[in-house]
C-alpha cells in the first residue's frame, strides 16, 4: 500500500470539517454491498486464447483488463476464472500440452499501441483456471508469450517485453524449470528491447525460437518510437545461447520491427513469419529451421499493423495451409503464395491470436478486438462474442430517463446505451443499442431529451429514428484545430441547453450543434520539456515539433455558469471565472509536461475548489496522483494516502455529501470518506480492471471499466452516512435507507429465456435495508415496518425459517436463494419486497422465470407509495428510520385509483387469510369427528356432519359457483392475481366479481357457525 510519499503539510484552509473523523473508516460497516454488472455482452479486446488438447471443447481466453475466460463448451458460454486476482491484463496463456491443469499466464498486453494495460507478472493454475498463483517478473508489466514444454510442464520459456513507455531491465526471455518458482534470463539486449513471442519446436524441446522486439510508446498520443534491437533469434540448447536469424530477413537499417512466428507443427524445419519493416515487409518462409528465409507475400494487408497484429499460424497436420491474422483473418493453401480472407467484416474485426486443435484442425478458436470465437467445422460457421462481458470504455454517464440508461464509447466496437434495468428480470440484449458515437468518444445525453445522444468528435443521435448526424464545428478538417481520440463533449450542469466540446480549444453550442462558439484559446503547452522515460529516444527535434497537445478534461462548475475547469493530455490546468472571456493557467508545479490530466472534478459544495485525476503512465509513472485546490488553483495538496501503486484515471465528488470522493485506478475504485485526505479499497466484488470513469447517478454509483464493461453500486447511500461517522462505531447501525420505487422487477409473461444466454444484473427486487452490528446479536435481530398510521406492514427475523420449497416439475436452479435477517457480526444488505407478508401457502413460479432470480408468485398486496418506519432490533435495543416508497415514475395511475387497487387486493388477501385459518379449523373438526365416528362404529348423525364439513370445505377448484370455501378460495385468488397483474385501475367485472364473492363467502360463513 501505499503510506506517504508526496504528502505535504496539511493547510487550515483544506482541513474538512470532520476534522476529528479524518481517518479511514472500518470497511466492515459497507463491505456488504456488492457491485452488479449489467453489460454489454459484447466482448472487447482479446490476445491471449488456447486450447486444452485432452479436453475436445475447453478453451481460455485472455482480455485486456478483462481477465481470463474459459469455456467447456465451445464458446456457447464463457466464465471468468480470474476474477479474485490482483490484475485483469491479459496477454497470453498458455496450457501444458502433457497436463491439461497446467495454465500459465502472463499479464499485461504484450501490443504497442496508444491505448494499453500493463500487467504484472505471470501467474499459475494447477487446477484448470479454479486458482491461481503468483510466480513473479512482476516489473516485465507485458508479457506477451508463454511456451510450455511439450513433454514437461515445469518447464516453461516467458517473453517479456519491459516496459511500454520506459526503460526497465526486466524484459526478454526467462526460462524456468521448476514450474515458475524461479526464473532466469536467458535472453538479454537491452533495456530498450523486449521479448514479444517464444514458442518450443515440438519435436525438439532443445530448440527454441523468440521474437525481440526494440519499440516505446510516446509520452503524446499516437506517439511511437522504433528501435535497432528488433529479430528474430534461435537456441539450440534450450535456451543456454542464441543467435539473431538474418538471412533473408529485412535489417535495422530497413525499419525491421515487430516479427510473428510459427514453427509448422507437422514438419518443424518448416517456419513461417509476418515481418513488420519499412522495407521488405511481409509474409516470410523458411523451410530450413530459420536459417534462410523467403519473402513469399508481401500484400500489407496481411501484415501492415505489426504494433498491433503479428500473428501467423500452420495447420498442425498441413504445413502448406496458413493463417495470418491482422484486421482480417487471411487462409493460404498453398504455403504462403496466395491469400483468401478466412474471416472479417466491414470496419475491422482486428484479430490477434488462433489456436488451432493438433488433432482435428476444423476446430479453431480465433481472439480478435471484438472478443473470442470458436469453430468446429473449419471455419464455416462460428460461436459468438455477443455472449463476453468484456467491453472497453473511456468514459460513462447516465441520462435523465426512467429507468436510466448508462452510456459510453465501446473500443474495437463502437459506442453503448444500456438500460439500468430490464423490465424482463434482467438486462438482455433488448436493453442496450449503439448511439452513433465513435469507439473512443465520450457520451452525452440531452438533459432535456432522452431521446437525443451527443458525443465523438461530434454527432447528433436520435433514438426515435435511429439516425445519426454529424455537427461538428468544423466538418471538413482545416487543421485550424486539433482533436485526438477521447474529445470531451459534456453539458453544462447549470444550464441543460449549453453543450460543450473540447479539441485544442473549447467549443460551446446553445443550439444542439447548429452554431458554435470557440470560449477558449489553444490551452496546450507551447513548448515541453520531453520525459526522462523516453530515453535514448529523446533528441532535439522532439522538443521543437508542432504543438500536440488537446484539451483532455472540462468541468463546469455546477455552482457557477461562468466557472469552468480545463484539463490537457500534455500537463496543463487552466481556470475561467468568466465563462470563458479569460483564462489563467493554474497547474501545479509539481506537474511536470505530459502528464495527462484525465479528469477534472468541479466541487458541489464550494465554487474555489476543486478535484484532478493526473495518469502519468505515458511518463512511465504507475504511482498514483491526485491533487486537490479550495483557492482556484492557486494552491494544490496531492491526496494519495492508502492508495496502491496503481496509475488513477478518475475522481469524482459525491454531489450530495461533501468530503465523499471516489476514485478510478487501472485496478479498482476507491474511497475516501474524508475529502481525500485517506483512501480505502472499494472493490468490494468487482474483479481487477481499469476503472476509467465513475459517474453517480442519484444513489448509484456507476464505473465504466476498460475491459469489463460497465457495473453500477446501487445505494451509497451508507458511504453517505458513513462519511459522517466516527471510524469505530460500538453500536448496531440502521442506515438511512434511500428511497425505494415500487416497481415490477420482472413482466415477463413468455417461456423463459434459456440460462445460457447472456444477460447482466436488475437491481435488487425491492427496498434495500442496510444494516451493521459490531457483535454477533445474542438474541434474535428483528426488522419491522410499519406504515404512516402505525400499522404493522411486515416483520422478518433472524429466527425465521426459510419456506418449504414442495416437490416442483422444474430444475430447482430457476429459484431466487432464499433470504433470512442476519444476525451475524458485520454489515447486511436486506431487500423488503415491498409486500405484505406471503400467504402460508406453498410457494409457485412464474412461467417468465430468471435463472437463478426466480421469486414464487406473489400471494400479498403491494404497499402503497409512501412513508413507511423501519426499525431494526438487535440485543434490546431498537434504531428506527424512515423509507419512502415512490411508485414507478412510467405508471400514470392516479393515486386514487390505486388505493382502491390496493384496498380491493387487500381486502381478496384478508379474505383469503381467513378461508386459511377456518379450513384449519374444520380440517380438525373432520378429523375429531372420523375418530369419533370409528369410535362409535359409523353413526349416522356423525356421517351428515362429516359429509357437510366436506361440502363446506370444498375442493378448492376454480370456478366459484355453489361450492365451499376451498372455491370461494379459488376465486379470491383469481380475483387477487386481476388486481395485482398491472398498476392500473380496478375494472367493473373484476369489483362485482369480488362484491359476489365476499357475499358467497359471508354465507358460508354462516353455515360454518350453525356447524360449529
Request: glycine share 10%; net charge negative; with cysteine.
Amino acid at each position: 500500500m501505499r503510506k506517504s510519499y508526496a504528502i505535504t503539510t496539511l493547510s487550515a484552509s483544506l482541513v474538512f470539517a470532520l476534522s476529528s473523523m479524518s481517518q479511514p473508516r472500518d470497511s466492515s460497516l459497507f463491505d456488504c454491498m456488492k457491485w452488479r454488472m449489467i453489460g454489454p455482452f459484447r466482448g472487447g479486446r482479446t490476445v491471449g486464447a488456447a486450447g486444452v488438447l485432452q479436453k475436445p471443447g475447453t478453451f481460455y481466453i485472455g482480455v485486456n483488463n478483462g481477465g481470463i475466460w474459459k469455456t467447456d463448451d465451445f464458446g456457447r458460454t464463457w466464465n471468468p476464472v480470474f476474477d479474485a486476482e490482483s490484475t485483469g491484463s491479459i496477454g497470453d496463456i498458455a496450457v501444458a500440452p502433457s497436463n491439461p491443469e497446467i495454465i500459465y499466464a502472463g499479464t499485461g498486453e504484450g501490443i504497442q499501441r496508444p491505448d494499453l494495460s500493463i500487467g504484472n507478472g505471470i501467474y499459475k493454475s494447477n487446477d484448470g483456471g479454479k486458482s491461481w498463483t503468483h510466480l513473479g517478473l512482476r516489473e516485465g508489466q507485458q508479457i506477451g508469450g508463454v511456451a510450455v514444454d511439450p513433454a514437461n510442464e515445469n518447464r516453461v520459456f516467458a517473453a517479456v517485453l519491459g516496459h511500454p513507455y520506459g526503460p526497465n531491465a526486466e524484459r526478454g526471455v526467462y526460462r524456468s524449470v521448476d514450474g515458475g518458482h524461479t526464473w532466469s534470463r536467458v535472453l538479454f539486449k537491452d533495456d530498450n528491447t523486449g521479448a514479444e513471442e517464444v514458442a518450443i519446436d515440438p519435436k525438439d524441446p532443445k530448440i527454441i525460437y523468440a521474437d525481440m522486439w526494440a519499440a516505446r510508446q510516446g509520452p503524446w498520443e499516437n506517439g511511437a518510437f522504433k528501435g535497432e534491437g528488433s529479430g528474430l533469434f534461435k537456441s539450440t540448447d534450450g535456451g543456454d545461447t542464441w543467435r539473431q536469424l538474418t538471412n533473408g530477413l529485412p535489417t535495422a537499417k530497413q525499419g525491421l520491427g515487430r516479427v510473428g512466428f510459427c514453427i509448422a507443427a507437422s514438419d518443424p524445419r518448416r517456419l513461417y513469419a509476418t515481418v513488420d519493416a519499412d522495407t521488405l515487409g511481409g509474409i516470410y518462409r523458411s523451410d530450413d529451421g530459420g536459417e534462410s528465409w523467403t519473402r513469399v507475400q508481401s500484400d500489407s494487408r496481411l501484415w501492415g499493423r505489426g504494433d498491433d497484429f503479428a500473428e501467423i499460424k500452420a495447420d498442425p497436420l498441413n504445413p502448406d495451409v496458413l493463417y495470418a491474422l491482422d484486421v482480417v483473418t487471411w487462409k493460404s493453401k498453398d504455403a504462403g503464395k496466395t491469400w483468401e480472407a478466412f474471416r472479417g467484416a466491414p470496419g475491422g474485426d482486428d484479430y490477434h491470436r488462433i489456436w488451432i486443435d493438433p488433432l482435428n484442425p476444423k476446430v479453431i478458436l480465433i481472439a480478435s478486438d471484438q472478443g473470442a470465437i470458436v469453430s468446429t467445422n473449419g471455419g464455416e460457421t462460428f460461436s459468438s462474442w455477443y455472449n463476453q462481458p468484456t467491453a472497453q470504455f473511456y468514459h460513462v454517464i447516465a441520462d435523465n430517463a426512467f429507468p436510466y440508461n448508462v452510456y459510453g464509447g465501446q473500443q474495437e466496437s463502437g459506442s453503448v446505451g444500456i438500460a439500468s434495468r430490464g423490465n424482463d428480470g434482467e438486462i438482455t440484449y433488448r436493453e442496450w443499442h449503439p448511439v452513433g458515437v465513435e469507439e473512443y468518444g465520450y457520451v452525452a445525453p440531452d438533459p432535456l431529451d432522452p431521446n437525443i445522444i451527443y458525443g465523438g468528435k461530434i454527432s447528433r443521435y436520435d433514438k426515435r429514428t435511429g439516425q445519426t448526424q454529424s455537427v461538428s464545428p468544423e466538418p471538413v478538417r482545416s487543421g485550424k484545430y486539433r482533436f485526438l481520440r477521447t474529445a470531451p463533449v459534456l453539458f453544462s450542469p447549470t444550464n441543460p441547453r449549453v453543450l460543450f466540446l473540447a479539441g485544442n480549444v473549447i467549443f460551446k453550442t446553445r443550439d444542439g450543434g447548429d452554431h458554435w462558439e470557440v470560449i477558449s484559446p489553444d490551452l496546450s503547452r507551447e513548448t515541453w520539456d520531453i520525459p526522462a522515460s523516453v530515453g535514448i529516444y529523446a533528441t532535439d527535434q522532439l522538443k521543437h515539433m508542432p504543438q500536440r497537445g488537446v484539451i483532455y478534461s472540462i468541468a463546469p462548475s455546477p455552482l457557477d455558469s461562468n466557472l469552468i475547469w480545463a484539463g490537457t493530455d500534455d500537463g496543463l490546468i487552466h481556470l475561467t471565472q468568466d465563462g470563458g472571456k479569460n483564462w489563467k493557467n493554474v497547474t501545479p508545479p509539481v506537474i511536470t509536461s505530459w502528464s495527462k490530466i484525465s479528469i477534472i472534478e468541479a466541487s458541489h459544495f464550494d465554487s474555489h475548489s476543486a478535484y484532478a485525476a493526473v495518469n502519468r503512465i505515458r511518463c512511465d509513472d504507475m504511482r498514483p496522483h491526485i491533487y486537490r485546490t479550495a483557492d482556484d488553483g492557486k494552491t494544490w495538496k496531492e491526496i494519495v494516502f492508502g492508495l496502491d501503486e496503481d496509475p488513477v484515471n478518475s475522481v469524482k465528488e459525491d454531489p450530495k455529501t461533501k468530503g465523499l470522493l471516489f476514485a478510478g485506478s487501472e485496478n479498482l475504485t476507491w474511497v475516501s470518506f474524508d475529502d481525500g485526505d485517506h483512501w480505502q479499497r472499494l472493490r468490494l466484488n468487482m474483479p481487477a480492471t481499469s476503472i476509467r470513469d465513475l459517474y453517480i447517478k442519484e444513489d448509484d454509483l456507476i464505473a465504466g471499466t476498460h475491459g469489463r464493461g460497465f457495473w453500477i453500486l446501487d445505494d451509497i447511500a451508507p458511504l453517505r452516512q458513513i462519511a459522517a461517522m466516527h471510524q469505530h462505531t460500538t453500536a448496531a447501525t440502521l442506515f438511512k435507507p434511500q428511497k425505494a420505487y415500487r416497481i415490477r422487477w420482472d413482466t415477463y409473461t413468455d417461456t423463459p429465456v434459456p440460462q445460457e444466454e447472456p444477460a447482466g444484473q436488475n437491481p435488487p427486487d425491492g427496498a434495500i435495508i442496510d444494516y451493521y452490528l459490531p457483535e454477533k446479536s445474542k438474541s434474535a435481530v428483528t426488522l419491522e415496518i410499519h406504515d404512516s398510521k402505525g400499522n404493522l406492514v411486515r416483520k422478518y427475523s433472524s429466527a425465521d425459517k426459510p419456506y418449504e420449497i414442495p416437490p416442483l416439475n422444474i430444475p430447482t436452479y430457476w429459484i431466487r436463494p432464499q433470504q433470512i435477517l442476519s444476525a451475524e457480526k458485520g454489515s447486511h444488505r436486506f431487500i423488503w419486497d415491498l409486500h405484505y407478508p406471503p400467504l402460508s401457502l406453498p410457494p409457485s413460479y412464474p412461467i417468465g422465470a430468471i435463472y437463478q432470480n426466480t421469486a414464487p408468485s406473489p400471494t400479498s398486496p403491494w404497499v402503497m407509495p409512501g412513508a413507511y418506519a423501519v426499525t431494526l432490533t438487535s440485543d434490546g435495543k431498537s434504531y428506527s428510520e424512515m423509507l419512502t416508497v415512490i411508485m414507478d415514475p412510467r405508471v400514470k395511475t392516479s393515486t386514487e385509483d390505486l388505493q382502491r387497487q390496493h384496498d380491493l387486493s387487500l381486502r381478496c388477501y384478508e379474505a383469503r387469510k381467513l378461508i386459511e385459518e377456518v379450513e384449519r379449523e374444520i380440517s380438525a373438526m373432520r378429523k375429531k369427528l372420523g375418530d369419533e365416528m370409528k369410535a362409535a362404529g359409523g353413526a349416522d348423525s356423525l356421517q351428515v356432519k362429516y359429509r357437510e364439513l366436506a361440502t363446506l370445505q370444498g375442493s378448492g377448484r376454480r370456478g366459484g359457483g355453489g361450492g365451499g370455501f376451498g372455491q370461494v378460495n379459488a376465486a379470491f385468488a383469481a380475483i387477487f392475481n386481476t388486481l395485482q397483474e398491472s398498476d392500473v385501475a380496478p375494472g367493473a367485472a373484476t369489483i362485482f366479481a369480488l362484491a359476489d364473492t365476499e357475499k358467497h363467502l359471508t354465507e358460508l360463513n354462516e353455515k360454518w357457525k350453525s356447524l360449529r
